[in-house]
């Protein structure tokens, strides 16, 4: 729905009682939901932000309405404080009417939201478990992804046998979370089935059962990831390689055979966790299929985001090499050249670009034959920069486009798993500028997408290199500041 409904809709929440007196809670609550809806009139910025956390003080029914709508049609930037504030609440008749209006609600994401919220905050008197046994059967598939994630938290014994169902439901975001409540639920009893799981054609479910394997820490589930390796290509092998790091506490890069050397002459019991990103790989054991300003990927699915606001035609003095009193978009392009020639026949990718919008090469990944790649090339050659800095509108089209592939059969391939995004400045256009809230949406939307960015930053701007940096760290990528 669009912000003026939700606006109206608030406006009707904080209208004067009528026919009975308010209860002493009432008056402050429908103050706080006023400076909210009087904050998010004047747009998604950091007050609105503060003043929806604010709520929490206010746990009043009235909030609870607000909330709702808020989950129900306000930015994803917005859900993960409404969710955190609607875990805090304890009274009863709030509590009361969440699960009332929340769990019933008509939208599939709200009923999804707000069971999070009460697996999250376990109010007492509320059987949030039993809401989680009744999700099971939700026709959307988030409800019953965030209800068998809930019951493996919860150490829930008598969901075991709904979660090994799971494995085969048809939703890909479903069987991603019964990996991990399997480890919580059967912990070594889970081998086989995160085994079978390992094979499924969702790469975003392969991701959980390294994840999950992670977690289990035994050396069966080493032994399982070692076999991954062996047979994943791209990103994945990144998250393999950094799971076996962590448990073993050595670094043998992509070589399976090393690997699997080592674990024959191992100790039965040896795990010997390590700091994956700390500990240098074995000479001759890295691969690499796409590197860009020095920052490498092992992805074959990959999307290029490119700024070209007008501050891309500075030039920056002695700050590249081979500068020759080039601007930052025309050494941009030479290194895009670089990438896009270095790479394999095998290796998918989409080219964006923003300004005060933004526009795609592509509405999924294209294969990157001999005609493709001199495609992209000349689509780089052709860039010419205009307007601000839109950052939001990036972040937005990347997303649609990975969840485009979610739930949709023989599509997991057709969207990309890791982004290379380069920006000169803090965003300065679009309907949300504020890096808090560009932070909260793309970790809300990264729960699903499961997106790895990796950020070139040239500028020297505090703000930016933090949220740059902040944004990559937060996906398990890596930020390169260019402008020292």
Known sequence: MSLSFLLAAL??????LQGREPDSGDASARAATRAFSDALAR??????????????????????????????D????????????????????SLERIQRQGLDHRDGEVRAQVLMALAAGRPPGVDWVGACYLALDDEYPEVRAVAISALGRAREQGA??????????????????????????????????LDQLAEDSAWRVRLAVVRALRELKTRGGVELLVDMLAREPGRLREDVILSLVRLTGRNYGNHAKAWSAFLAQAPDDYLAEGDARAMAPVAGSTQTVAKYYGLSSQSTRFAVVTDLSTSMDHVDEGRYKDSARRSRLEVTQ????????????SVSVNLLTFSDGVEAWSSTLVPLDKRQRERALREVQGYRTRGGTNVFAALERVFDLAEASIDTPGQADAAPD??????????SVGPMRDVELLLEYAAERNRRAALRFHCVILTKDRLAVSFLGQLAQASGGESVAVLK
Do not use: C, N
């Open 74 to 93: 306000a930015s994803p930037s917005l859900r993960p404080s409404a969710r955190r504030v609607l875990a805090a609440y304890q009274r009863p008749d």
């Open 11 to 16: 406006l009707l929440l904080t209208a004067p």
């Open 160 to 193: 075991l046998k709904h979660v090994i169902e799971s494995v085969g439901d048809e939703a890909e975001r479903v069987r991603a979370a019964s990996a991990g409540a399997l480890v919580r639920l059967a912990q070594r009893r889970a081998l086989p089935l």
């Open 43 to 72: 747009g998604l910025d950091a007050t609105t932000l503060l003043t929806l956390r604010d709520l929490a003080a206010h746990d009043h029914p009235t909030s609870v309405d607000m909330l709702l709508d808020v989950l129900a």
């Open 334 to 345: 030479t290194e895009l050249g670089k990438l896009l020639g270095g790479l394999d026949a």
């Open 418 to 427: 890791t982004i290379f995004l380069l920006t000169d400045g803090a965003p």
